[in-house]
């Protein structure tokens, strides 16, 4: 995998746009120029829905679900102090719930979080169909990279999705030999 995708997939649900497009402009990546400007709209049209569905999607399962919620809690803060731990995870867990407030995300249920996931992913899956990358060229452009690590992040909520997830493996595997 290369350095870009390896930051792009460890960041992609922190990252804003204009941080992404920075650091992937900072490196050369073949396919990120060149694109029609019917191309960069596209792009830039699906990053935003995908930066506004599945990204505060994910955020809201890790911190507000509480069956999520514990589980993240006991992997990721098993270095904080016992004693002091629970006013950790229950002041990021707040500050989460304040900034979902924000994006709108905070306002819907569990359930409502779900249909909205399940939407954009339902959205993106035939646009993929038969693509190795999003534009249909021979190497990967900034959108690939950003759904790329947005969808390798949903990999464990969505199994039913696995004809995307296999559109993910092959552009990975293209990626390799690159």
């Not at 006013?87 to 909205?116: N, P």
Request: glycine share 4%.
């Amino acid at each position: 995998m290369s350095e870009v995708v390896k930051i792009i997939w460890l960041f992609a649900p922190v990252l804003s746009t204009l941080q992404i497009t920075l650091r992937v402009n900072s490196m050369i990546v073949p396919g990120c120029c060149g694109l029609t400007k019917l191309q960069k709209a596209e792009s830039r049209a699906w990053h935003a829905f995908v930066e506004e569905t599945l990204s505060p999607s994910m955020v809201y399962e890790r911190w507000i679900a509480d069956e999520n919620f514990s589980t993240f809690v006991a992997e990721e803060f098993s270095a904080i102090p016992w004693l002091i731990k629970p006013a950790v995870a229950w002041y990021v867990r707040r500050t989460a719930k304040t900034g979902l407030w924000g994006q709108d995300m905070g306002r819907h249920s569990i359930v409502e979080v779900k249909m909205l996931q399940q939407e954009a992913l339902s959205a993106l899956e035939p646009r993929l169909e038969g693509r190795v990358y999003f534009h249909d060229d021979d190497a990967p452009s900034e959108i690939d990279l950003i759904l790329y690590g947005s969808l390798r992040l949903t990999q464990s909520l969505f199994p039913e999705y696995d004809d995307l997830l296999c559109v993910l493996e092959t552009a990975e595997e293209k990626l390799g030999s690159i």
